[in-house]
């Protein structure tokens, strides 16, 4: 009795795998995976493989069943006729545009030299010109100066507003119209220190971050 029972289960199972097998012809255009010969493709349990396009409207029988029809032609609701012509008004951020960036590095200055090289444009172009974008100029900007203590109090003063000067007319040039303030600090406020019994190159190098300018916007919001 028990051998017939287990038959029994067996071949029904057998059925259903045939019956899943069954060939389901589609027409060329439809969305779901078909061989050569136009016929659906299945995974080894009988089911339809389906293409990244394929909707509900697609179904076939043998595939997906008897699905639900789509609504023809369906209308959006009239969200706005529900909200009585009142709306919400959107609160509008003001971002705040003070930041400060310091010519450093790479970006310094030559040894009695005040022209930007390629370095310090990258740094102004990359990372003060897109900021200025955001903002609104009401207010302006401090640019100023700095050398190292080689040389005289006086020429080092000129020789660091010229400095800032290089920097204000380079942000001119790429259409910064906000007001800037030029200022020279000289060598007062010097961030490196080095062995005065240094050979003269190598104080040259060791105090080369001191030759550079420090450019202030303050509060520009937009």
């Not at 942000?171 to 490196?192: E, F, Y």
């Amino acid at each position: 009795m028990i051998n017939k029972v287990v038959l029994g289960l067996l071949l029904g199972a057998s059925s259903s795998y045939v019956a899943a097998q069954t060939d389901i012809q589609v027409p060329a255009n439809n969305a779901y995976a078909q061989d050569s010969r136009g016929v659906v493709t299945r995974s080894a349990f009988g089911l339809c493989w389906r293409s990244g396009t394929w909707t509900p409207a697609d179904a076939v029988a043998g595939c997906d069943g008897a699905l639900a029809s789509p609504i023809p032609n369906p209308i959006a609701p009239d969200v706005a006729s529900h909200l009585d012509g009142k709306v919400a008004p959107v609160a509008v951020v003001a971002k705040s545009c003070d930041f400060t960036i310091a010519l450093e590095s790479d970006q310094t200055f030559g040894l009695n030299q005040a022209v930007l090289n390629r370095a310090a444009k990258n740094r102004i172009d990359r990372d003060v010109l897109p900021k200025l974008t955001t903002c609104n100029g009401a207010s302006g900007m401090t640019i100023t100066g700095y050398t190292d203590l080689l040389g005289n109090a006086h020429a080092n003063q000129a020789l660091s507003e010229k400095r800032a000067a290089a920097v204000a007319d380079y942000l001119k040039k790429k259409g910064v119209t906000v007001n800037m303030k030029v200022v020279g600090a000289g060598a007062t406020q010097p961030i490196k220190e080095c062995d005065s019994k240094l050979s003269r190159t190598k104080l040259v190098t060791c105090l080369a971050p001191n030759r550079r300018v420090l450019i202030e916007v303050h509060n520009l919001p937009k």
